[in-house]
């Protein structure tokens, strides 16, 4: 088969790594691809937006499969371009439809869709610049600390944690008024403070059966302790520690059940990843947040311990005998540690020579913001690697990505040495 791979960061690298561990992958093409990327399959300089550009790809190179690596992409509708082909509708696209994707796409179209299928989540309100006043109203009713979203797109970055009610209606006015994330915020969902501990489940799904895959808890802040400002993920930790049989039962039967059943009764096209981010409340799972693909940093971490054939999972998914597969994952315990530029979230240089990599041998690394250029690898994103280990358990997994990463240079670099750090 011929694969194209839309994306351009680690999450990609860990897709390419293990699309091209199957033998049913004759050539991996990525779009746009990274300095990891190019290491198992061709990079081809195509935007994951430009669907023209990919539709004119696809039917230029035989292309037999797509896999959509980011959000963008699925929230833009690329499933539903390529299937409106004639060409090219029979081609299986890895993704959920627009319509699908809206999910992670629209904080108030998931959070009346989990309203509508009775599923766990928190309470909570939207407003625009419409009832902006209500909002403040509705935030005076509150009890600090007070959730606000952003409902759509912020790069991860559209959520605010108040700890006043004045810094909420300051917040909610920026988000609104001010468009402090741009169009994203030109809607807020106002939502009830959850306490507890945070943990992600991905499910691969034909839109008809599902299957679990790893979990994962990623860590956000940019400081050790959990300190600091977000970021896209700071690195995470597989399996999670709390996740036992009893509260995964519930994940399954009180949401991701539900969730397929939604999709099924409200006509939605999805095949592809849903992933699902909980807040364990006292050992009950309440949904923060789903998203319409792989998370990043969770994939590095997820991929490398899915012992199966990716590929032939895909091929079932797209034929809807989802149910027939078996995914093989590793019992061992993983931490994934992202190495980032310096000043990251914030402002941050480029450019900067990579080296050490072939010193590293008992982890994989996975390139995020990387790029060839003159013949050296440099730095070329906020995040630049995400390094994988394996152990016995998750301190010796960590302590391994740590050792790896000590190995590894580039001005500027940084990284949290403490992932994993509750469960010590």
């Known amino acids: ?25 004759s050539k991996l093409y990525i779009a746009p691809g990274n300095a990891g990327t190019a290491m198992h399959g061709e990079n081809v300089a195509i935007g994951v937006n430009d669907f023209a550009d990919i539709e004119k790809f696809a039917l230029n190179n035989q292309i037999d499969m797509i896999v959509v690596g980011p959000d963008d992409p699925l929230v833009n509708g690329i499933y539903d371009y390529l299937k409106a082909n004639p060409l090219l509708n029979k081609i299986p696209v890895i993704g959920p439809s627009k319509l699908g994707a809206t999910l992670e796409g629209s904080k108030s179209f998931a959070k009346r869709f989990m309203a509508k299928h009775n599923i766990p989540t928190a309470a909570y309100q939207e ?28 790069l991860g970055k559209g959520v605010l944690i108040c700890e006043t009610k004045e810094e909420a209606k300051a917040e909610l006015r920026e988000m609104i008024s001010n468009a402090k994330f741009g169009k994203a915020s030109a809607k807020v969902v106002i939502e009830q403070f ?22 994962a808890k990623d860590y956000k802040r940019i400081g050790e302790g959990d300190k600091g400002l977000n970021t896209g993920g700071m690195g995470c930790i597989s ?26 009764k409200d006509n939605i096209v999805y095949q592809g990843f849903i992933y699902i981010g909980f807040m364990n409340v006292n050992g009950e799972p309440y949904v923060i947040e ?42 061992r315990a993983a931490a994934t540690v992202i190495v980032a530029s310096g000043g990251y979230p914030e402002s941050f240089e480029k450019g900067k020579e990579i080296t050490g ?7 994989i690394v996975f390139h995020a913001g990387t790029k060839m250029e003159n013949g050296k690898l440099v730095t070329n994103g906020g995040r630049v690697l995400a390094v994988t280990s394996f152990g016995k ?4 997994a960590v302590a391994k990505s740590n050792a790896s990463i000590e190995k590894i240079n580039f001005e500027g670099k940084y990284y949290r040495r403490d992932i994993g750090y509750e469960f010590k």
Not at 133 to 138: D, I, K, L, N, P
Not at 393 to 396: G, L, S, V
């Open 194 to 215: 959850l306490k507890g501990i945070e943990f992600s489940v991905f499910v691969l799904t034909d839109g008809m059966n599902y299957k679990i895959l790893p979990d």
């Open 290 to 331: 789903y998203n319409c693909r792989m998370g990043d940093p969770e994939t590095e971490i997820v991929f490398p311990r899915i012992k199966s054939d990716l590929v032939k999972h895909f091929v079932a998914l797209a034929e809807g005998r989802l149910q027939d597969e078996i995914i093989e994952i590793d019992s």
């Open 357 to 363: 990599l072939d010193s590293v041998k008992d982890s």
């Open 393 to 396: 358990d998750i301190q010796e």
């Open 239 to 264: 399996p999670v520690p709390f996740l036992d049989d009893v509260l995964m039962k519930k994940v399954e039967e009180q949401t991701i059940i539900p969730t397929i059943r939604g999709l099924q």
């Open 127 to 154: 407003f625009t610049a419409e009832n902006l006043e209500q909002g403040f109203a509705y935030i005076d009713q509150q009890t600090p600390p007070i959730v606000l979203k952003a409902d759509g797109l912020a």
């Open 1 to 25: 088969m011929n694969i194209l791979l839309l994306g351009s960061g680690a999450r990609e690298h860990a897709f390419a790594r293990k699309i091209t561990e199957s033998p049913l992958c």
